[in-house]
């Protein structure tokens, strides 16, 4: 294999690099180069000055179809009433099973929303001569907390450091500084904020041997229990109760079997290690983080979920699922991009102070999924649903 | 709070569902209903009609970004040469940092890439009257294995079954099929020829209590430790040599330090309980779905990594990751749409044959942006990159 | 703080070591050097030519005592009737929680118990230049197998390889091989027969850059998600159905309110990342090892377990456990001394062929246990118990 | 099957139950009832009226034989100088195998041992209508504190409630109660304290639906990543710096090949979901929890494990273990029993305001048992020495 140098291969820049004209020049290097024909790439409808901050050696667009599912009933305490929710997704049958469940929840009452708690994190580790010291810097950070978040609060207008919690191993200690962040998803901020405050540390203490900003205990894009149990992003619990003729009617099915498949999924769950006992919330959320220009790749760790459901005494269904670590923004990202936006304001979501609301939303819309597959496949109408509505053509 | 009944929200649904019209139909109704404008979201490229078996209530796109990373130099079974990759993202410096790291890699020889095993799976659950039951019923599903495997074969042209796991808890056995499934990413392939397979077995085995096609032992759209051990979609390793010249030139620290943060890593990993030892390939892993029609719902999954590295005798640093369960496909789902066919074919990735290709690129691009982010986190760049780049204001 | 050399206090060994007169000398010795009197450690009614292959440097004996539970009803393949349980313990208030659950469990028609499973490993690993040499050796280990289960089988009259499990990272192939071991617990046996055909194995591989015996693929006195799935030692189910008025006469309780509490620590349980979703059983295990000369540190392994319940049409309460990690012999290790062969005796499980046997009983002692402590939580019962049978005077 | 009525075998209680007579009717009874000899069960040293709260049923003792490892040179805070160490176990090398690896760090200046932690729970949890009702619930506990702590240390003397930390799922709310208990164990104590609190909350807060007083936020017996962070009994790191020449001398290996198999145990463990990187600390665990009257049964949750390992610039090995859930008491339990007793003494550990220093030789013990059977698998000796001292007799 021949290979010509790297430089010859360059992708072109400029200075005016947010430009139709630099996209244009990239896309004929692409040409040149590759071969390639990027023409629907290439049909975008803003102009590229946008961008800025957004992407690098942008070349033109993705167009991910979006379909609507609704109405979504939500009676939370951000979001309230009806709602039509854009799903952004390749996949086939993925908003039409979203839209029964929005139905079969909107005729039992609609669907309750709680964000139960909102934080943000970036956890640096401290190494140390040993164990002992280790210890005795935590405890001179807990003495130290105000200045400490002081420090790490000038870098920012809107975050507000709650807490550092300490975990050691070895001579390392772990801090996992917990910030609120406002309407931004806050990665960003809350790195930036440690760093400051990281930076005054190691300018105080002496005796550290080593420092990393990050090792894993806050684990951004990436599923972990601590972040099940302590919450990354929103945690949101999304509630509802349904009648069983409800179930019957629109499900084909009973509270009774949804109940039992629920039991066998939670053993096997147990025996798989799975982060979610549930059944594909990720559907649902990478849809709406698609449509509404969340951080995508945050699905690794929104993914995670906590179902519970119980028969009642009358015969309903009481089903519940929480997501731990759902990382929203409705601010900063990709946000603000044309159609991201209009997706957000569709929702009524755009724009300051909608976060939470737009976190309840999310948590509705996967309850919906969630009861809606289940049903499917305890029905036995899930293959069917996809041969129909998918591309099933194997 | 009033609300008006479901049927008067009711989305407008048409025979020619897949047309301009239609859409144009949909987006008109969220104006009345929710007062949104859809301009950009209407602005896309392609004949509706291309959408059946995509995506149901179509009213237009989301315009994801895509930034192009490259040369990416691949010294793999399926792919070799360099490759331009296209990324779809809203968040700044991802397109910059994975280029920084494949300029690194093209320096340093290039990146190797294996694909380890392939196989798609779905877990139904039988349940019986005692766990004793529940083993006669695994014996006999061992004995009458190829009878199952013709069953489940003749849903499909491509999908083979490879082998039945079982799995025993309380008087429940879980069989795992195991397929491969081609070009194709093969949920639907494989769920749809286990229930093949589950009916005929129900038809015949006496004593069944309960079955569900799915409990929890495939973890589709979730993270779990039996996908990590045993490979769910496409198992590929990446792996690269650097010479420690190139680490203090390109990245600005040392391989020593890489490795002893490295460490620190691991340790917090161990104590949080991560799918995932590594820095960040969701980011990539997401990028390259959005940009290339995969299901994005699964990096769920596909964000799972396990990352082991040395620091060599000649100074040297080897670098692997090792991706568990990747889940790609050039052939179904959102493959053929536009601009996602377009960002295939720009990889040389698209129809027949070029499943393996796509996924030794992807894991390429992942070791890439590994070893970028780790090396600014090491060096004290990363957040200054991100106010470079990013939308860091906060 | 000035040390004695190591040598001057050196613990005294002799060419009979295993004798009264040498475990004196040493007791001797740590009065001497420690100021220690053992005069209850003294008291041993055995001779220690007993205890070769046993133990080292002995100097007498922990008298653990022995508290009687039963009868526990069986109705299982290998331990049919009723059974006197030998427990060794020091926690008041265990005895008799166990006891009240045989007592429940026998007037409820004893507890059906199945070894679903039963196989023992050690799991090395080879390293090479690549992952493509990693997978190589894999299809060449997957060709050998014959011949290297031939060698393997050579070292030993009982073990049997029954397969080796394949799991690939980095340019890692870690081998897990799975072993029958007759009645012994078989993890040495386990050991040298792997050793041996490593051993083979390394002499005709070519390019193994590293190998190591074990690496935490078969996790020996540790817990782990493998060994769950996948079993290690005996994976034994004991399953119980309750009659309703039982629970309330004998529990205090009701079928109902046990499914609840049940249903609320499968929740806590997902968000803890427990091994185990049931109420601790441990303290049987344990106690039934101690007394019956099982190696004690499996208890690491064996607490494991995966609990499921049912609430039955008829009112009924369905229990099951399953343990799927029991490591048990009849066999080698501690099983023939004294004590431990007496309560072995007593259970019927000494000797030839009744490995099976005691794993069954161990599990349905464990559900007794299980019932007992749920519903003594349940009916708020348990800090009284505790109060009344254990040292609880804080 | 032709069963007895249960009452038929009842075992025999007496009003004086703790007697030699009350003991000896049991094992009469037990020879008629199963045939059972229970004379070396029989052989015990003490008065049975010592064993009121440590068990019931009483019948005799299991005697499990003690070997005596040292000196091991423990360089803590509340441990310092050599210990010769009590190891209770019935498996062959073991006690060789720590005493080989207490050689070790005894010549290289000994273990450095510090407790980072030291907490003990219970962990209620409370059901609502709905999340907000948690969550609002949440609140009244944050701000009830005061009280609730006033409430709780009512019924102790030595237990302190630290805080409470809180976890929500679904509509329930975990409250994870964590106390200091001196050197008691603590989880009785902190069981009747918790319950306590939680008989005072639910007279005065309306609305709980359902309580539980454990539902598995503390895992007492079981093995938890909550416990691997947050603690649980003691949180215990020792360390170790072994000069190079020692590693050859001693341990026929180097520190570089030690590093080697340590950075693959570290990939094995996170592919398998390990809760303990290292190679068997539960042995050392369990010999001593054995010997010392320790509650074995909690080598289900002691067993987790950190370690860490460096390669030091001048060739040296630094080795840690840090045990995240300890469990270990001076005073309660079966601390004060005739043998168990005289083992405390031994180590100068018996009476008030000795248990941290207990922590400190466990885990000192613990480490020396580490990098001893680690060098034997790296060096190829495992196998030879359980030929040589076990009963490796296949």
């Known amino acids: ?36 024909q990027l023409e629907h790439v290439a049909s975008y409808s803003f102009d590229p000055a946008l961008l800025a901050g957004n992407i690098e050696n942008f070349v033109g667009v993705a167009q991910v179809p979006i379909g609507i599912a609704g109405p979504l009933l939500v009676c939370g305490e951000h979001a309230s009433g009806e709602f039509y929710v854009p799903l952004a997704t390749t996949e086939g049958t993925l908003v039409a099973s979203y839209n029964r469940g929005m139905k079969l929840l909107h005729r039992a009452g609609g669907v309750r929303t709680t964000v139960m708690d909102d934080v943000m994190q970036r956890a640096p580790a401290f190494g140390f001569d040993s164990a002992r010291e280790a210890r005795a810097f935590g405890q001179w950070v807990t003495a130290s907390f105000d200045a400490i978040r002081q420090e790490a609060e000038s870098t920012t207008r809107t975050g507000r450091l709650h807490d550092i919690e300490q975990f050691s191993a070895s001579r390392f200690l772990f801090l996992r500084f917990n910030f609120t962040t406002g309407d931004a998803a806050g990665q960003n901020l809350a790195g930036k904020a440690t760093w400051q405050a990281c930076n005054w ?55 009774e079997q949804l109940f039992q498949a629920r039991q066998v999924s939670n053993l096997g769950g147990l025996m798989s290690g799975v982060n979610n006992n549930g059944n594909h919330s990720a559907n649902g959320i ?45 601010y900063g990202g990709g946000t603000g991009l044309p159609t991201q936006r209009e997706c957000l304001e569709l929702l009524g979501c755009y724009g300051a102070g909608q976060v939470r609301k737009l976190a309840e939303i999310v948590a509705a819309t996967v309850l919906c ?8 496949v305890v029905a036995g109408e899930w293959v069917a649903a996809h041969d129909r509505l998918g591309r099933n053509r194997p």
Chains 1, 2, 3, 4 share one sequence.
Not at 9 to 36: C, K, N, V
Not at 217 to 230: C, G, Y
Not at 369 to 374: K, T
């Open 1 to 36: 294999m021949t290979l010509p140098a790297a430089e010859h291969g360059r992708i072109p820049r400029f200075a005016d690099d947010y430009s139709r004209a630099a996209s244009a020049r990239r896309r004929e290097f692409l040409r040149e180069t590759a071969g390639a």
């Open 201 to 255: 540390i190691r300018a105080r203490y002496p005796g550290i041997r080593q420092f990393s900003l990050e090792s894993n205990l806050a684990t951004d894009k990436k599923s972990s229990q601590i972040n099940i149990l302590r919450t990354r992003g929103k945690r949101v619990t999304a509630e509802a109760t349904i009648p069983p003729d409800l179930v019957r009617e629109i499900m084909h099915t009973t509270p």
């Open 286 to 330: 990478t849809a709406l983080f698609a449509a509404t220009g969340q951080d995508i790749a945050n699905v690794a760790e929104s993914s995670a979920a906590l179902v519970h459901t119980e028969l009642l005494a009358d015969g309903g269904y009481y089903y519940s699922i929480t997501i731990p670590a759902l990382i929203v923004a409705t």
């Open 369 to 376: 999924g969630e009861i809606s597959l289940g049903s499917a």
